[in-house]
């Protein structure tokens, strides 16, 4: 698929640090998930942007959504935070396959994820935590969420085994050498990590070589594994 302009639609039900939202599938990179809390209510919301944004971006939004009524009951439930790019991961698959969900914020500040009843479930007391409530699964680790996700749901698979092996490698490739400097370089320059400026400037080398090879494999394609449709690597490498 080609990164056309493609209708959609958010819809969102805020009611105690929880939101229900749904988005029609879309090109990744043109909307990105914000979460706001507003009154104590947590707010799920696209926004076009040109760039593939940062969950980051989210807190400098001033826009909001009408919530509105959602009646239908969801099959899955995300728990996470604003500043997550996983969480964000797991939220964009979900909305791109048109699946509505219910999202509940986690106050990692005051120590949520490291309480009993989120370690019972989350067994790293980490985020995201994606509950399944058909089966009553409780799954951790964006990538392997992504793939269940996938598997479950029945879309954005690939439509080879070839390009779903070539799918899984990009995605651990994506927590291997991707995501993880340019995560702890962000963190550093917005102060919630200390660390001195040669880690910066290394982590800061190793994104920025990280991002060259992803640019290269770019080149003339639209997607990085086939043609056609996004796969869960597109929505990994979109946080």
């Given at each position: 698929?080609?990164?056309?302009?493609?209708?959609?639609?958010?819809?969102?039900?805020?009611?105690?640090?929880?939101?229900?939202?749904?988005?029609?599938?879309?090109?990744?990179?043109?909307?990105?998930?914000?979460?706001?809390?507003?009154?104590?209510?947590?707010?799920?919301?696209?926004?076009?942007?040109?760039?593939?944004?940062?969950?980051?971006?989210?807190?400098?939004?001033?826009?909001?959504?009408?919530?509105?009524?959602?009646?239908?009951?969801?099959?899955?439930?995300?728990?996470?935070?604003?500043?997550?790019?996983?969480?964000?991961?797991?939220?964009?698959?979900?909305?791109?396959a048109g699946e509505a969900f219910d999202y509940v914020h986690l106050d990692m500040m005051a120590g949520a994820h490291k309480q009993p009843a989120h370690?019972?479930?989350?067994?790293?007391?980490?985020?995201?935590?994606?509950?399944?409530?058909?089966?009553?699964?409780?799954?951790?680790?964006?990538?392997?969420?992504?793939?269940?996700?996938?598997?479950?749901?029945?879309?954005?698979?690939?439509?080879?085994?070839?390009?779903?092996?070539?799918?899984?490698?990009?995605?651990?490739?994506d927590f291997d050498r991707l995501a993880a400097p340019i995560y702890r370089a962000r963190t550093i320059k917005l102060g919630i990590r200390q660390a001195?400026?040669?880690?910066?400037?290394?982590?800061?080398?190793?994104?920025?070589?990280?991002?060259?090879?992803?640019?290269?494999?770019?080149?003339?394609?639209?997607?990085?594994?086939?043609?056609?449709?996004?796969?869960?690597?597109?929505?990994?490498?979109?946080?």
């Amino acid at each position: 698929m080609a990164a056309g302009t493609m209708a959609a639609r958010a819809t969102v039900c805020c009611r105690s640090f929880r939101s229900r939202s749904m988005l029609a599938m879309m090109p990744p990179g043109l909307r990105f998930w914000s979460f706001r809390l507003v009154n104590q209510s947590a707010r799920a919301s696209f926004w076009p942007k040109t760039r593939v944004p940062s969950p980051h971006d989210a807190l400098g939004s001033r826009r909001s959504t009408r919530s509105q009524v959602c009646p239908m009951p969801t099959r899955f439930e995300l728990h996470g935070i604003t500043f997550s790019g996983p969480t964000y991961k797991v939220g964009l698959m979900l909305s791109l396959a048109g699946e509505a969900f219910d999202y509940v914020h986690l106050d990692m500040m005051a120590g949520a994820h490291k309480q009993p009843a989120h370690m019972a479930r989350q067994r790293y007391g980490q985020v995201p935590l994606l509950i399944d409530k058909s089966n009553g699964r409780h799954l951790c680790q964006s990538a392997a969420i992504l793939e269940y996700l996938s598997d479950t749901l029945g879309k954005f698979g690939g439509s080879t085994l070839d390009e779903r092996l070539q799918a899984r490698e990009w995605l651990y490739w994506d927590f291997d050498r991707l995501a993880a400097p340019i995560y702890r370089a962000r963190t550093i320059k917005l102060g919630i990590r200390q660390a001195p400026p040669e880690v910066l400037e290394d982590c800061t080398k190793g994104g920025q070589a990280a991002l060259k090879v992803l640019d290269a494999h770019l080149a003339g394609r639209d997607w990085l594994v086939g043609e056609g449709s996004p796969s869960p690597i597109s929505t990994s490498m979109a946080s």
